[in-house]
């Protein structure tokens, strides 16, 4: 079990563990502390998809441009911004979803949208499934 205590500025840490929900399968738990000593939690099915939705909180919450570089340069994430680069020709994932063309995504459903609810900020992805869920404050 991660110990967010553990995690230091700047760094991630996370563990693969298998869902009780048996149609989600296995899962990755993902911390990552910014430098300002915010813990950034999410739970995805692969790491790759967890550093996505980080980097895209980051942006959310005002990140510096240096600390977006310093997080992508020590993760070796590569840069993704959901809301701009969605293959299907939209102006974002979240105008694709509403009028439905993501049917037939040539990226199967890697595009993603953020939804600030109450008390949660929730990123979907093109097809209306949650991808992860933040407690505002968090």
């Given at each position: 079990?991660?110990?967010?205590?553990?995690?230091?500025?700047?760094?991630?840490?996370?563990?693969?563990?298998?869902?009780?929900?048996?149609?989600?399968?296995?899962?990755?738990?993902?911390?990552?502390?910014?430098?300002?000593?915010?813990?950034?939690?999410?739970?995805?099915?692969?790491?790759?998809?967890?550093?996505?939705?980080?980097?895209?909180?980051?942006?959310?919450?005002?990140?510096?441009?240096?600390?977006?570089?310093?997080?992508?340069?020590?993760?070796?994430?590569?840069?993704?911004?959901?809301?701009?680069?969605?293959?299907?020709?939209?102006?974002?994932a979240e105008t694709a979803f509403?009028?439905?063309?993501?049917?037939?995504?040539?990226?199967?459903?890697?595009?993603?949208?953020?939804?600030?609810?109450?008390?949660?900020?929730?990123?979907?992805?093109?097809?209306?499934?949650?991808?992860?869920?933040?407690?505002?404050?968090?």
């Amino acid at each position: 079990m991660l110990d967010p205590k553990m995690c230091e500025r700047g760094r991630e840490q996370y563990e693969l563990f298998k869902s009780s929900d048996k149609s989600r399968g296995k899962l990755v738990q993902y911390d990552y502390r910014r430098l300002n000593g915010e813990l950034i939690s999410c739970v995805s099915k692969t790491v790759e998809d967890c550093r996505k939705i980080t980097l895209k909180r980051l942006e959310f919450k005002g990140a510096s441009v240096e600390e977006i570089r310093q997080y992508i340069a020590s993760t070796r994430s590569t840069p993704f911004d959901y809301l701009d680069e969605v293959p299907c020709g939209q102006p974002a994932a979240e105008t694709a979803f509403k009028l439905g063309v993501c049917a037939t995504c040539p990226r199967n459903q890697l595009c993603a949208f953020a939804v600030q609810e109450a008390y949660h900020d929730v990123v979907y992805d093109c097809t209306g499934k949650e991808i992860s869920r933040y407690s505002i404050g968090d």
